[in-house]
């Protein structure tokens, strides 16, 4: 197989999937490519970035149609799989020019249906990051096969000395973490807005992109490298990719977006659809700060040290790229024939 991933260079979860699915493809000795549509979200130096951990396997960024045939002819490619929305009709005109397979993922909830129904149409499967994903595609559902992201677990590593360490200060750190806009920015608004009522026991501190103007918490900003700041967190509120990388770094997880879904304990999978999104379509509880304040003094009250280390197990169990990537490759071999 000559697989052939196309999406777009940005600073979210979904390029971190790609990353992360094309480092598990190259483990296997796959031979990976990588197209991304020109949407530039970033600078060139950003983009330059992420190129660097692309080396060494075929990539190109492309504005039109032409580009992306060129680059497929050229590596031979005998599937293709389309990630960014951006990227799907390109893919799919591309995959129907070579008569190649074709796979697209849902990252995010979108009128799908409407939207894009000639590229789902042709997809031999689709696969949903979830299961709001793939309801949204709801005339699509006999070829939709739902495969929860992973993470890199060898990346995303608890440091054990900071895990028993008392807070210097005597405050407990605790981490907002997203690369989110939208309804899933509610989370961070409520708690920016009502910053002044958290615990004092609490500092708190905002990573990432939140697609709204921050006033009353201290920001970091993005950066490329969370895993020291989620080391340093003794709880970390996210949602979806966020929250999974937060708790393989040994911090306790909330979730929280849209809605909020509280502390994630290994209780928490006992539900018949545990989900680890803050999405609208989960209906999940309005964010409270008094149930954030309880749910933080009920932690502090605890062996956060146990905590963190359960946080750790919970990832080890659930969120290994490993799992994702085995279940996407199994696609392609079904499809590959």
């Known amino acids: 197989m000559r697989i052939l991933l196309t999406s777009i260079l940005c600073h979210s979860g979904l390029m971190t999937h790609v990353l992360d699915l094309i480092n598990f493809l190259k483990n296997r000795e796959i031979y990976v490519g990588a197209a991304f549509k020109r949407v530039n979200f970033l600078r060139q130096d950003q983009e330059a970035k992420i190129l660097e951990k692309l080396a060494g396997i075929p990539c190109c960024q492309y504005d039109d149609l032409e580009e992306l045939k060129r680059f497929t002819a050229e590596h031979k490619f005998t599937l293709i799989h389309a990630h960014s929305h951006a990227t799907f009709r390109s893919a799919a005109e591309t995959a129907e020019h070579f008569k190649l397979p074709l796979i697209v993922t849902l990252h995010s909830v979108y009128a799908w249906n409407l939207a894009f129904g000639g590229p789902l149409r042709q997809a031999n499967r689709i696969i949903a990051v979830g299961r709001a994903q793939a309801e949204a595609a709801s005339r699509y559902q006999d070829k939709i096969t739902i495969i929860e992201n992973g993470i890199d677990l060898t990346r995303f590593v608890s440091d054990f000395n900071l895990l028993d360490q008392a807070p210097a200060d005597g405050k407990i750190n605790v981490l907002w973490y997203g690369r989110v806009d939208g309804p899933l920015a509610r989370g961070i ?109 009920q932690l502090i009250k605890g062996d956060l040290s146990e905590l963190r280390r359960q946080a750790r197990a919970i990832a080890e169990q659930y969120f290994d790229l490993n799992l994702m990537g085995e279940k996407i490759l199994a696609i392609y071999q079904e499809i590959a024939g």
């Open 189 to 297: 608004r409520k708690l920016d807005r009502s910053a002044a009522q958290l615990l004092p026991a609490v500092q708190i501190r905002a990573l990432g992109s939140a697609g709204y103007p921050i006033r009353n918490i201290p920001q970091l900003g993005w950066t490329d490298d969370p895993v020291p700041y989620l080391q340093k967190s003794h709880i970390t509120l996210a949602t979806s990719r966020a929250l999974r990388e937060a708790m393989a770094c040994g911090s306790v997880g909330i979730l929280i977006g849209k809605g909020y879904g509280g502390v994630i304990t290994e209780e928490y999978f006992n539900q018949d659809y545990p989900v680890l999104d803050a999405f609208p379509q989960y209906r999940l509880p309005r964010v409270s700060i008094d149930q954030i304040n309880n749910d933080l003094m």
